[in-house]
């Protein structure tokens, strides 16, 4: 499965596209992503999580990137 969104840029005459793939049977997933790509606050460890879960990380593998995978990227 394919989504396509186009989305103005906020104060620019510009857009922007995103594009979603999704094996058959798996468009839940980016209606779960969608309102976490577009939530206003700050993205905190609660986002991180979800974002992980929905491609199907297990806990334990979200609670490594949280204590040590994200620190390999800030670093």
Same mark, same amino acid.
């Given at each position: 499965?394919?989504?396509?969104? *186009?989305?103005?840029?906020?104060?620019?005459?510009?857009? +922007?596209?995103?594009?979603? +793939?999704?094996?058959? /049977?798996?468009?839940?997933?980016? %209606?779960?992503?969608?309102?976490?790509?577009?939530?206003?606050?700050?993205?905190? %460890?609660?986002?991180?999580?979800?974002?992980?879960?929905?491609? /199907?990380?297990?806990?334990?593998? *979200?609670? +490594?990137?949280?204590?040590?995978?994200?620190?390999?990227? %800030?670093?």
């Amino acid at each position: 499965m394919k989504r396509e969104l *186009i989305e103005p840029c906020p104060e620019s005459p510009l857009e +922007y596209r995103m594009l979603f +793939y999704t094996l058959p /049977g798996n468009a839940w997933r980016v %209606d779960a992503m969608l309102p976490l790509l577009n939530e206003p606050a700050a993205w905190s %460890d609660r986002c991180e999580r979800r974002f992980r879960e929905l491609p /199907g990380l297990k806990s334990w593998q *979200i609670d +490594y990137w949280l204590t040590r995978g994200r620190a390999l990227v %800030d670093a």
